[in-house]
């Protein structure tokens, strides 16, 4: 995946496939590009918001998850956590949902190691923003 434009990003993916009829096995690999559009506000906003919930989620109880959080899309961690960073967050748009791949970075607190987690998740803004999945 690229920026390819100031809202657009190219992403190329590869499909290898086995085809077998009869006895006949052939191997045929693939490969599309396709480009993402994504409102550069969007990933603006979007990226403000997952460093402010990431700050508050090691801790964050149910009910303040509840704020960020539709129905348990995402437990809490209940972890002695310091959100550490955002590590390649790649945005994109999904009807009025946006969907993120991101890794989080974290210092554990009593052992002051980082701790990387890696999340899938999907968005929408009504009021505010909330993780729906």
């Known amino acids: 995946m690229e920026q390819s434009g100031e809202n657009a990003f190219s992403v190329t993916y590869e499909i ?10 052939r191997d045929v690999s693939e490969t599309y590009t396709v480009t ?5 506000d969007t990933v603006n906003n979007a990226t403000a918001f997952l460093e402010t919930f ?8 149910d009910k303040e998850l509840a704020y960020y959080v539709e129905e348990n899309a995402l437990e809490p961690i209940n972890g002695d956590y310091l959100f550490s960073e955002l590590a390649n967050p790649v945005f994109t ?16 607190n009593q052992t002051k190691a980082t701790q990387v987690s ?4 999907t968005f ?10």
């Open 16 to 25: 290898d496939q086995q085809i077998k009829e009869g006895d006949q096995t």
């Open 36 to 40: 993402v559009h994504v409102d550069a």
């Open 54 to 61: 990431f700050k508050l989620y090691p801790t964050a109880t």
């Open 93 to 108: 748009a999904d009807g009025d949902n946006v969907k993120v791949s991101v890794a989080v970075k974290f210092i554990d």
């Open 118 to 121: 890696q999340y899938e998740l």
């Open 124 to 133: 929408h803004k009504d009021s505010n923003w909330k993780i729906i999945g």
